[in-house]
């Protein structure tokens, strides 16, 4: 089903607004499509779109790998992606394993966050995190006591 984006033809106060020309086909816009974590392929599979001006817009539609730079060394390394761990943009989208910019993804070099736009930009690029680790559950420690200062009733 096509999304027009033109303007309602009903005004904020809900009467009838009367157009004067019909809809356009650059008004229409497109389905949305996500980019799903598929670990049974080799390569990232993408779609072509072609946009206004003859300009072209790929789509990942299916990710395999991103490109992980280590912002320690700097160093960018394909690595492929295991699943994806926290979306902020939708907590469904985890257990779907779609992939969005902010996205934190597992890769083989660790956790990651996506920084760019797989569906625009037709590429997964992502950051290593630094990850805290989880402690193991059962009781907290003990804190460490500190020893008091001893007060000597000698005169300084």
């Not at 912002?71 to 257990?95: C, D, L, Q, R, Y």
């Not at 680790?133 to 460490?144: D, S, T, V």
């Amino acid at each position: 089903m096509a999304l027009w984006q033109g303007s309602s033809r009903r005004l904020p106060s809900g009467g009838r607004r009367r157009l004067a020309r019909k809809k356009r086909r650059f008004e229409i816009g497109r389905e949305q499509q996500w980019a799903f974590v598929d670990t049974a392929l080799k390569a990232n599979h993408v779609k072509l779109y072609r946009t206004k001006g003859r300009n072209q817009k790929v789509r990942v539609l299916k990710a395999v790998v991103a490109n992980v730079t280590d912002p320690k060394s700097g160093k960018t390394v394909k690595s492929k992606i295991v699943t994806v761990k926290e979306n902020a943009s939708n907590p469904h989208f985890v257990t779907r394993n779609i992939v969005t910019r902010g996205a934190v993804i597992e890769t083989e070099l660790g956790m990651a966050r996506v920084t760019s736009s797989p569906g625009q930009d037709g590429v997964v690029n992502a950051v290593l995190t630094a990850v805290t680790p989880i402690p193991p559950p059962g009781p907290p420690a003990p804190a460490e006591k500190i020893p008091a200062k001893s007060r000597s009733t000698a005169p300084s």
